[in-house]
């Protein structure tokens, strides 16, 4: 307990609260069903991520999705920042994907936080994020699997922050990654099978 005293703080529990509602708005659901696309958990692979949405082949709801659920998680890490400090922070922006993924107005069900993990790494540090989003990039432009490319890029991530000699962006950057391979093990068994989808490719349902 007094390794884990510094951390049990008023303003970190208001920066894991505040973050893990925001990370909660489901965008990817609210998008579609504004755009009169219906239930994003109908179609596809049912996550309600940017890359689901672009399987209706609306790019542009897609793109809004994918912006959105991006700048979430940069927004929860930024205004804990300015409010609370840099540690804060750090768990709002945690909290915000862990939301996205278990989201409070889904029964705590939700996408896998690529997109929002990404987001708190650029606003956190941002060369560490735009290093995250050029190797998902780079991975994604070869082998055009969305999945692929999020693995990589997120499990790469804490050796990037610490390279760049943030340690404690590193701490959180490997928690995500973790978090990610977990909530990607059926994506993980299609890439070994075969049996993956690949980017853009729009759903049969």
Sequence with gaps: METLSPYLTHSNAIAAMCGYLLGSVPFGLVLTRLAGMGDI????????????????????????????DTGKGAAAGLGAVHFLGIEAGLISGFMAVFGHNFSVWLKFKGGKGVATTLGILIASAWMVGVSACATWLLVAGIFRY???ASLLSLSAAPAIAWWFGRPDVAVMAAGLALLAILRHHKNIGNLMQGTEIKIGKKSSK
Excluded at 45 to 63: D, M, Q
């Design 41 to 68: 958990r109908d179609i596809g692979s049912g996550n309600i991520g940017a890359t689901n949405v672009l399987r209706t082949g609306n790019k542009f709801i897609a793109f809004l999705t994918l912006l959105c």
């Design 146 to 148: 969305s999945s692929l």
